[in-house]
């Protein structure tokens, strides 16, 4: 028979303040540890979209992204020629799709309107809503080719002021093409969600520009996208492919650089929680001698006294970590729950939601027990280790 | 018997707790210098940019968009005899890497004449200034490029621009900048940039943003009001902020490291004064009968609270110096911005952070020795003589 939990919870209980101090300090680190993770699950999650990896994404040789590259569009009807574009099965058209990408300077909703953000503008043909799959209209209309008009990303729509269906945003080059906003678009989650969709003619044009940003192919089934690639990089063509993968995960090393920080700053404080639940747990085997004897007396074993100490130290460790996720939860409902990231060689801003997610609670549920089995170990080892007839004798 | 020998015998007698609470208060305060060193910086070179009273204007649709090179006559036309604006400089961006690297360095290419002037924070000597006006092909660097990639003064060095027409262009360093606010550039002669673009055939001198050196800080606002109506209803709107402000724009979209940091440094004080709490009143606890020994053989009160909150400070004291000490240490020989990482690269353990971060050590010692050393001095003597622990 192992120790019932009452009997630890009691435990806990009569040594009120040195219970609720290191529950405080297990709370504080889980709190923290919590947001992190949902940070990183949303930012994952987000280029976790983008994982079409038939979707290739060409760009001008030298260029870094979309935003900085121009294709001029004899290099597009080259592309055409390629044999491994995938053609429309209705109407036999190939599926490629030349687009231009600028931006607009939209303050951030989350700090009301303080700073602003670089939004990406994409101008579209039709075409680009077969290349990229998960693109969809959600709400509103399409935008009609004949008019100034606008579909938003549903986080971009969420995060940017001024992108309501039937409100206007300033385009162009001079920044005085009012166009409107006519439906919002998701992506399934993706980084496009964050962008603003238009017609490329319209845009073109309000940009004066004639050359493309980037040219994306969409390739037949089991086609080897590196064959592709080769080609296109080829002495025939010479320019740079991406598929959307592995494009999108040279775009984010900004975002891995700050996760690496993020996660090793939590990593210290985490083993400073062991550090403090054995503290406590230490105190805790010390205080009762003669009771842990007692204990062994009466039949219980030295393994389940090193369990019943674990057990109290894990239950110590998940008030704490019920406690933190609760003030997690409370901040990113206080302080919003809305980031956004910048790419520093794209300079447009890819927004994000952390929302609470089984997963996000599973990674935190894992660290706070590693937490209090960490740092229950040790003490616990030193109870059931304790010399039963020296310890009944001390008074 | 001495305050300090207690203290020290009292540390002693238990090594175990003594080393666990030490370690649990190192660790938080070795993220704590770190945290705080990069939100001294980053204030640092807030409060010098202010100080430079600098306007940055650019194109109100974003900084991307760029605005005719005869901007700058225009905004000194707003003030012809210079009362309120000593000089304009307009640049454009570059954004250059190292070829066969990935990373694009913060590059840009400035007007020659106003560039001394505006840029005071550069720091170049009349020599260096000399050498600006003289060489077309002469390039200002920030010191975490140039340690990042080796160079020194004299070294030519050649850049990819990332944005069209892509041109690849060679510059001689003639000055390393070590202002933090100004490590992370790279400035080059604009007319270089120019004359290299009219070589291969694209006739374009506009500039995507101009700063404006103003005399003083009612200026900067007058100036700042007055330069965005003087665009207003133009082809070419210009927004017009002050260097923080401009600068904050991009700190948020950097996943705003600077909050981060000061969530870590306010949850870390909070941590290390709990684990402080709970051993001093673990301590006093076991301790109870000794203390009410002190008392009856006829110690203060104010003794018996001095040795409970000195030894909660000696422990913080040593906690914070096991932290502190070695994070400055490694934050000093092995720099942050060698990383290459922008958002942190201001990151330089400063003397005013370690002071500050055992400062606030010790401060978390007093406040978490205050309640068990109350409940020391409550102690009823014969109480706490007769209870058996």
């Known amino acids: 028979m192992a120790l019932p939990l009452k009997y630890h919870w009691r435990h806990l209980l009569s040594r009120r303040t040195s219970t609720l101090l290191t529950v405080l300090v297990v709370s504080a680190v889980v709190g923290v540890f919590t947001w992190m993770v949902g940070f990183a699950l949303a930012l994952r999650g987000s280029l976790a979209v983008a994982d079409d990896d038939h979707k290739l994404i060409v760009i001008k040789r030298g260029a870094t992204a979309e935003s900085n590259s121009a294709i001029i569009p004899e290099d597009e009807s080259r592309l055409v020629a390629l044999s491994d574009v995938a053609t429309d099965a209705a109407t036999g058209e190939r599926l490629i799709s030349p687009e231009m990408l600028t931006q607009v300077s939209l303050p951030r909703l989350r700090d009301a309107g303080r700073t602003s953000a670089n939004v990406a503008v994409r101008g579209v043909t039709p075409m680009a809503f077969k290349v990229h799959r998960k693109v969809r209209l959600v709400r509103g209309a399409l935008f009609d080719l004949g008019e100034p008009q606008i579909i938003v990303g549903a986080a971009a729509a969420k995060q940017f002021a001024g992108l309501e269906i039937g409100s206007t945003v300033q385009l162009g080059s001079s920044g005085n093409r009012p166009y409107r906003v006519v439906g919002i678009f998701s992506a399934d989650g993706g980084p496009m969600e964050s962008e603003i969709w238009g017609y490329l003619e319209s845009l073109k044009n309000a940009y004066g520009r004639s050359m493309y940003s980037s040219v994306n192919l969409r390739l037949r089934d089991g086609v080897d996208p590196q064959n592709v690639i080769d080609e296109v990089e080829g002495p025939a063509i010479q320019l740079s492919a991406w598929t959307e993968p592995a494009y999108w995960s040279q775009q984010s090393g900004l975002i891995k650089a700050y996760l690496m ?54 239950l110590l460790a998940l008030i704490g970590g019920i406690l933190g996720c609760a003030g997690a939860m409370a901040w990113l409902n206080l302080v919003g729950n809305r980031k956004d990231m910048f790419g520093m060689s794209t300079f447009t801003t890819m927004a994000f939601e952390i929302n609470p997610s089984p997963l996000m609670w599973g990674c935190s549920l894992v660290m706070v027990l590693a937490v209090g089995a960490l740092g229950a170990l040790w003490p616990a080892r030193r109870a059931a280790a304790l010399d039963v007839i020296t310890a009944l004798r001390q008074v | ?243 923080n402000a401009f600068g904050a724009n991009f700190v948020q979209a950097l996943g705003d490291i600077p909050s981060l940091m000061q969530a870590m440094a306010v949850v870390v004080v909070i941590v290390v004064a709990l684990v402080a ?67 942190l690269a201001s990151l330089e353990v400063s003397p005013i952070a370690v002071v500050g971060s055992i400062g606030i050590a010790l401060l978390v010692g007093l406040l978490a020795g205050f309640w068990p050393a109350y409940q020391a001095l409550r102690l009823r003597t014969v109480d706490a003589l007769r209870y058996l622990a």
């Open chain 1, 261 to 314: 920080l993020a996660g090793s700053l939590i990593a210290v404080m985490s083993l400073a929680a062991i550090f403090a639940i054995a503290n406590t747990m230490f105190s805790s085997v010390a205080g009762r001698t003669r009771e842990i004897a007692m204990l062994r007396t009466i039949g219980f074993s030295g393994r389940q006294v090193l369990a019943g100490f674990v057990i109290e130290s894990v």
């Open chain 2, 1 to 243: 018997m001495t305050l300090s020998y207690v203290l020290m015998q009292n540390l002693r007698r238990n090594p175990l707790r003594s080393v666990l609470t030490t370690v649990a208060f190192a660790l938080p305060m070795a993220v704590f210098v770190a945290a705080i060193s990069l939100v001294v910086g980053l204030i640092q070179i807030g409060q010098s940019a202010a100080k430079e009273l600098r306007l940055a204007v650019h194109h109100k649709t974003t900084i991307t968009n760029s605005l005719p090179e005869g901007t700058r006559r225009k905004i000194e036309g707003l003030d012809p005899q210079g009362r309120r604006l000593r000089a304009v400089c307009g640049m454009r961006w570059f954004g250059g890497r190292v070829p066969n690297t990935q990373n694009t360095l913060t590059s840009l290419a400035s007007d020659v004449d106003t560039f001394c002037e505006v840029h005071q924070d550069a720091g170049l000597t009349p020599d260096e200034e000399q050498a600006w006006l003289r060489e077309r092909t002469a390039c200002v660097v920030g010191r975490i490029p140039a340690e990042k990639h080796g160079w020194k003064v004299g070294d030519r060095v050649t850049l990819e621009s990332t944005v069209p027409p892509y041109l690849s262009l060679e510059f001689r360093v003639i000055k390393i900048m070590t202002e933090a606010s100004r490590a992370n550039y790279f400035y080059f002669r604009r007319d270089y940039l120019v004359e290299s673009m009219n070589q291969v055939g694209i006739e374009d001198s506009r500039c995507n943003i101009f700063w404006v050196k103003c005399r003083t800080p009612e200026d900067l606002r007058t100036l700042q009001r007055d330069i965005d109506a003087e665009f207003a209803n133009t082809p070419d709107e210009t927004k017009s902020e002050d260097e």
């Open chain 2, 277 to 343: 709490a709970n051993t001093m009143m673990m301590s006093v606890r076991e301790r109870a009968r000794e203390l009410a020994v002190f008392k009856a053989i006829g110690f203060h009160s104010r003794r018996i609270f001095a040795i409970v909150i000195g030894e909660s400070m000696m422990l913080a004291l040593i906690g914070a110096l096991l932290g502190v000490v070695p994070t400055a240490a490694l934050l000093t020989m092995f720099p942050v911005r060698r990383l290459g990482f922008v958002p």
